[in-house]
């Protein structure tokens, strides 16, 4: 089956510094990446739209100056977490949708960020 | 716009039982499509089935059923033989057509399952 990847699996940092969560598809070709945030307990909360070779699209109240999102490759996004604060403390998870599968969304094993 | 309600925050089923977990929806798009997730502990998401708005038939995968009641707007995750691993959260998601992008997930909060032994 097709597998998504997210590197680190957990991160913690000092305030101020910035960190980068990279997402890959391992065996397919994602022309769509997808991240995610979600608090303990809480559902997942869709942040932005990652499309390859194009200006990521972010949901209404996320700072895209705080989140810097980059999809470079087919198999490659990544979501740059600029200036962290402990607010930022979170659940990161990508998901990708496979060229031609519309209906399937394959989800990474998420990245908890802890800001100190 | 679209929005999933899961009005279970939480559930109990006794081992070998099984156990439903209620989903609704609320869409005006004419195609859309209804996923089942889990979530364990470890935060991974686990893709369990998939309705298609047109789908004739209910769907099934092993355990899994999706009772897709269309006219209530209600897509609801039943599980069979309930196993101790069955333990998680369960979150249901719809996909619209005419959002932005067409793969598009709005999820529900999420139903908290435990499986007694």
């Known amino acids: 089956g097709a597998v998504v990847s997210q590197h680190p699996s957990r991160v913690i940092c000092k305030s101020g510094t910035s960190v980068k969560i990279e997402c890959r598809s391992l065996?397919?070709?994602?022309?769509?990446m997808f991240w995610y945030r979600q608090f303990p307990k809480k559902s997942l909360m869709l942040m932005a739209t990652?499309?390859?070779?194009?200006?990521?699209?972010?949901e209404q109240g996320v700072e895209k100056d705080k989140f810097l999102i980059n999809h470079a490759s087919l198999t490659l996004s990544t979501l740059t977490v600029t200036s962290a604060h402990p607010e930022d403390s979170s659940f990161y998870i990508c998901?990708?949708?496979?060229?031609?599968?519309?209906?399937?969304?394959?989800f990474g094993p998420g990245t908890r960020l802890t800001v100190l | 716009a679209q929005k999933i309600t899961q009005t279970q925050p939480g559930m109990f089923v006794q081992e070998k039982e099984a156990v439903t977990l209620d989903c609704t929806y609320d869409?005006?798009?004419?195609?859309?499509?209804l996923f089942w997730y889990k979530q364990p502990s470890s935060g991974e998401m686990i893709f369990l089935i998939y309705?298609?708005?047109?789908?004739?038939q209910n769907a099934t995968e092993g355990r899994y059923s999706l009772n897709f009641q269309k006219a209530r707007k209600s897509a609801n995750l039943v599980i069979s033989a309930s196993q101790l691993g069955d333990s998680a959260m369960y979150f249901c998601?719809?996909?619209?057509?005419?959002?932005?992008?067409?793969?598009?997930?709005?999820f529900g909060s999420g139903t908290q399952l435990t499986v007694l032994p």
């Open positions: 998901s990708a949708g496979a060229v031609g599968r519309p209906d399937t969304q394959y």
């Open positions: 065996d397919f070709q994602a022309t769509t």
């Open positions: 990652s499309n390859e070779g194009s200006k990521a699209t972010y």
């Open positions: 869409t005006s798009d004419p195609s859309y499509g």
């Open positions: 309705q298609g708005s047109y789908d004739q």
């Open positions: 998601a719809m996909r619209g057509v005419s959002s932005g992008s067409a793969r598009q997930l709005t």
